[in-house]
């Protein structure tokens, strides 16, 4: 279980000579357990948000916690176990290295972990966790495959399957249909759904389109670099409507 505290988060990057401030004192919470749709448009800061979660880059200001915990509060290796252990990356345009077949991409998650000799001892393990998370989202048949030889949204599901590899409390994901069409964005959530199953995984997925955002159980709308709009839990009943 993993619930996220966000508290008056500020993040200015700096163009040039320019400061460019992208969030401006965002806070939130989100359940242990919940799946979050955070909407708006680009540069309202949604993403920059979440690679703060995840622990990918620092604020200038505010804090993140984890059932309490403060990132601020973790030492550079304690940050790295975090980000191996309690978090797992969803991004829009893959990252899956090309060279290595679907089986093998699922599994660098396990290998970077555990290290050369810890991936040696449970690899019999691993490589069936990893085939069962890719049979759960329809792979079964592309194993063997490389990138190459898969559709936009396989490759997505893909990425997925690795993100769970380690079994983390927490998914993170950004704009994990931008690049896939409508009926493929559509299955691509299905997977999601499926994939969240009875672990009460945490779910914290960036959008800019309405409809992907409507299949979390809540969604939450920035604008500005701010926190504009919270709709309450429990009020989204419908989530796949027909």
């Given at each position: ?46 993403s920059t948000l979440l ?44 990252h899956l290295v090309p ?144």
């Amino acid at each position: 279980m993993s619930s996220i505290s966000v508290t008056n988060l500020h993040k200015t990057y700096k163009l040039g000579k320019v400061p460019v401030p992208v969030l401006r004192g965002a806070s939130l919470e989100v359940e242990s357990g919940e799946w979050v749709a955070i909407l708006g448009h680009s540069g309202s800061g949604k993403s920059t948000l979440l690679h703060l979660l995840g622990g990918l880059d620092k604020p200038n200001e505010g804090e993140i916690a984890y059932d309490g915990k403060a990132l601020s509060s973790m030492s550079s290796s304690q940050m790295n176990v975090f980000r191996r252990e309690h978090v797992g990356f969803v991004f829009q345009f893959y990252h899956l290295v090309p060279e290595l077949t679907v089986l093998e991409n699922t599994l660098l998650g396990a290998m970077i972990r555990l290290g050369r000799f810890g991936y040696m001892k449970e690899a019999g393990q691993l490589k069936e966790a990893a085939a069962q998370l890719l049979g759960n989202a329809g792979l079964s048949h592309r194993l063997n495959h490389k990138p190459a030889q898969l559709s936009g949204g396989e490759r997505q599901r893909v990425a997925i399957a690795r993100a769970l590899i380690n079994n983390p409390p927490v998914l993170l994901a950004d704009e994990p249909t931008g690049n896939l069409d409508q009926k493929t964005g559509n299955e691509l959530l299905d997977v999601f759904e499926s994939m969240r199953g009875d672990t009460q995984r945490t779910i914290v997925m960036v959008t800019h389109d309405q409809k992907v955002a409507d299949r979390a159980d809540r969604v939450i709308e920035m604008a500005d670099g701010l926190v504009r709009t919270v709709q309450p839990t429990g009020l989204r009943t419908q989530k796949n409507p027909a």
